[in-house]
């Protein structure tokens, strides 16, 4: 297959059919789209592609779809309800959303300063990274996942260990960045969850809980980006932190009641927000 060729592309992650920008930047990607019908979006199920481990893997079929088949100079990744902005607020009443998403213009101003676009952290207070995965879903999947890092690639132990305690962290698997150093991180990270997937029995959990590699991934890529700037190869300043915005309503009653039971009852979440 053809890789196709562009010079700055975002896939937007996609399991349906969505209302997508108006801008040349971004290309929808139906993400496990293996045995499906046409949704009328590019399709992860091309070329190279894991595009079958959706269940598992959820918006990183597309990633991995990417890395395998675009030849892009910068390439980013977002999903169809969550988008990078420059706006602290988003959108107001009588304005879609999707008008006030990073442009393509934005993209390549940024670029011309910073190495890596990031959303802006996520905190959780009185939880680490850790402990907000053991409580919410199974401290298992980290643990394994550092058991694995330990024997293939040991010089990454330090860094999980230092995001394992932190507070705050990139989440959600969005960035943009250049090509090559997006091949050098998924070169990295995909080895980790095909063995972290052999090494847990999907076959007991419920659809929900199967999506551990793409939970688990969030974490992962702060371990990646925390021992490249141990090691000098990314500098702080190279990243940039913008907003983001998620488009849909979030049941906060719910999420708060689910975050308390989780912590302080073991009540892990079984659905998401």
Not at 10 to 27: F, G
Not at 127 to 148: C, M, P, R, W
Not at 157 to 175: E, H, L, P
Request: positive net charge; glycine residues 6%.
């Amino acid at each position: 297959m053809q890789k196709k060729k562009c010079e700055t592309q975002i896939i937007i992650a996609c399991h349906k059919k969505c209302r997508i920008p108006h801008d040349n930047v971004y290309l929808p990607l139906h993400v496990g789209s293996a045995g499906k019908e046409s949704i009328g979006f590019t399709r992860d199920d091309s070329g190279d592609n894991i595009s079958e481990k959706n269940p598992v893997y959820s918006e990183l079929t597309g990633l991995y779809w990417a890395w395998k088949n675009m030849d892009c100079e910068y390439i980013g990744l977002a999903h169809y309800r969550r988008f990078f902005t420059l706006r602290s607020r988003a959108y107001r009443r009588g304005r879609h959303p999707l008008d006030c998403v990073l442009s393509s213009r934005q993209v390549k101003h940024l670029l011309s300063g910073y190495k890596i676009i990031l959303p802006k952290k996520r905190d959780y207070y009185i939880e680490n990274l850790y402990s907000h995965y053991a409580h919410t879903f199974d401290g298992s999947h980290l643990k394994i996942a550092g058991q694995v890092i330990s024997e293939i690639c040991p010089e990454y132990k330090d860094a999980f260990n230092i995001v394992m305690g932190m507070t705050s962290g990139y989440m959600f698997n969005m960035f943009i960045m250049s090509k090559p150093l997006c091949n050098e991180y998924c070169s990295w990270l995909f080895p980790i969850l095909f063995e972290l997937e052999k090494r847990i029995d999907t076959s007991v959990l419920t659809d929900f809980e199967k999506r551990f590699a793409g939970r688990v991934s969030e974490r992962l890529f702060n371990v990646w980006l925390i021992h490249h700037i141990k090691k000098g190869i990314i500098k702080s300043k190279d990243i940039k932190e913008i907003p983001w915005f998620y488009i849909g309503r979030v049941d906060w009653k719910k999420k708060i009641t689910s975050f308390v039971g989780a912590k302080f009852f073991d009540k892990k979440y079984k659905e998401s927000f």
